[in-house]
């Protein structure tokens, strides 16, 4: 017996009623023959992990540019502590734990560099065309970037849950919906961790009421908001916290916008990044023959070309974005110095 039909069997007995099923899947845009071994969301989990895009993350920042220091959390570990949290939801709640994995590892892949400091510029600039969003470059970069512009064919489930991870966004399953709220408990605390270490932050600067509630370190406070989680999402067929809880990560994220976000610091650096971004693109929309073949490729194809320079920007990494600056408009003597 083929090991995956063991493994939808397995399914069937252990996934609660409001996971959703392998073998329920709505299927892939591209038909094509399952695999023997694996499930249609542990394939798309693998073929995720091994894409170029997965890679890149580890040299995109999360909210510091470009910072001294070994221990900050680029978009990669972010994305992994996404995984880590979301899979510890799921688990509890007796859902699908491959689909909400393939989902949390794919939810960043479409991230510009510099953070969402990239990520507004970019939107800035391409306004006119609708904008940009990194949750929509998600999807593009599964369905159309990847593999030479083949894409990764994922599953339609493992696609939705990409392009609704924002909180704007509606997940079509319990396991997106778990991404979606992962996303933010994640985020918001290791980012005062961050801020911490960058000396941006004491722990006593968290406000008493929320320390009172769910302690004083990151461990506790994401221990605090899965408990919380779990135990108001179970036996329901949607995502929940607490009124309390919820009313908490509103205030904390409301707190790491007002000491962090919008710090005097965080807007010198994005100010910086912005300026980056935006003679990169201006600099593409007229020369767009330099960028590399595979981006020349999609306008060959036909695509727009504000959204193969957006599609090439996005795919930057912080130190390749800067590197790109420097060439392109640094004198060569001056970056001797």
């Not at 989680?229 to 916008?257: D, G, K, P, V």
């Not at 994005?270 to 590399?292: F, G, R, S």
């Amino acid at each position: 017996m083929e090991l995956r039909l063991l493994q939808e069997a397995r399914e069937e007995k252990i996934l609660g009623e409001f996971a959703k099923k392998s073998i329920d899947t709505k299927g892939r845009e591209k038909p094509e023959e399952k695999c023997d071994i694996r499930t249609d969301f542990q394939r798309d989990r693998d073929r995720i992990i091994h894409c170029k895009s997965f890679r890149r993350m580890k040299h995109k920042t999360q909210v510091f540019i470009s910072p001294e220091g070994d221990h900050y959390r680029t978009r990669l570990t972010h994305t992994l502590e996404v995984a880590q949290i979301a899979r510890s939801i799921a688990r509890a709640l007796s859902l699908n734990e491959d689909l909400t994995e393939a989902i949390a590892l794919g939810h960043d892949l479409g991230h510009t560099p510099f953070g969402h400091a990239g990520e507004r510029e970019l939107s800035k600039l391409c306004q006119a065309f609708g904008g940009f969003s990194h949750n929509e470059q998600s999807l593009r970069v599964v369905d159309r970037l990847e593999k030479d512009g083949e894409g990764l064919n994922l599953t339609w489930e493992v696609r939705d849950g990409i392009l609704n991870h924002r909180t704007s966004g509606s997940p079509a399953t319990m396991e997106g919906q778990v991404v979606q709220l992962s996303d933010k408990i994640a985020y918001t605390n290791h980012d005062i961790d961050d801020a911490v270490r960058a000396g941006m932050l004491e722990p006593m600067d968290i406000p008493a009421d929320i320390v009172a509630l769910i302690g004083n370190t990151s461990s506790s406070r994401i221990n605090a908001m899965i408990r919380d989680t779990i135990t108001n999402s179970t036996n329901r067929n949607e995502i929940r916290m607490s009124e309390q809880m919820r009313e908490t990560l509103t205030n904390l994220r409301e707190f790491m916008f007002r000491t962090v976000y919008m710090s005097k610091i965080a807007r010198e650096e994005h100010e910086k990044a912005e300026k980056i971004i935006a003679d990169l693109y201006e600099y593409y929309m007229h020369h767009p023959e330099v960028m590399e073949g595979e981006f020349l490729q999609l306008l060959q194809a036909g695509e727009p070309l504000w959204k193969v320079v957006c599609d090439y920007i996005a795919c930057m990494t912080d130190r390749f974005a800067v590197a790109k600056y420097c060439e392109l408009f640094v004198p060569k003597e001056w970056s001797k110095l």
